[in-house]
């Protein structure tokens, strides 16, 4: 037989969990997954767990490999085509690190300055 004092602990239990499933969802602070606009003369990216990569510049495909350590990306070697396209702008090509902020993914050069941020898809 279910007491006021268990009902107010279930009650309040089943509150705990909504509280923090709501937390555990409102995004991931990994880089792995897929960030950008997959649209022409747009750079998109999609990250998998193991730190390979693949994604485009706006223009070339690229793919390659990395390394995720909490909420960084280090950008390893990485093969691109080499098209030239009019009116892009490619900068993901210049990419050496990036970092997780919010929904977005920060990306920077090597001597740390920003040179784009692309939004979770």
Do not use: Y
């Not at 390394?67 to 691109?80: D, H, L, V, W």
């Amino acid at each position: 037989m279910l007491t006021h004092r268990t009902l107010r602990s279930a009650l309040a239990a089943a509150v705990v969990l909504a509280v923090l499933s709501g937390c555990a969802s409102s995004g991931s602070s990994s880089p792995a997954g897929d960030w950008g606009v997959v649209k022409a003369g747009q750079p998109s990216l999609t990250v998998e767990s193991n730190g390979s990569w693949h994604g485009n510049d706006g223009c070339n495909a690229m793919k390659g490999d990395g390394k995720i350590s909490g909420q960084e990306f280090t950008f390893g070697p990485f093969a691109s085509t080499l098209v030239a396209c009019e009116g892009v702008t490619p900068w993901l090509n210049l990419a050496v690190t990036a970092k997780v902020d919010g929904d977005s993914l920060v990306v920077f050069r090597g001597d740390g300055s920003k040179i784009g941020t692309l939004s979770r898809r």
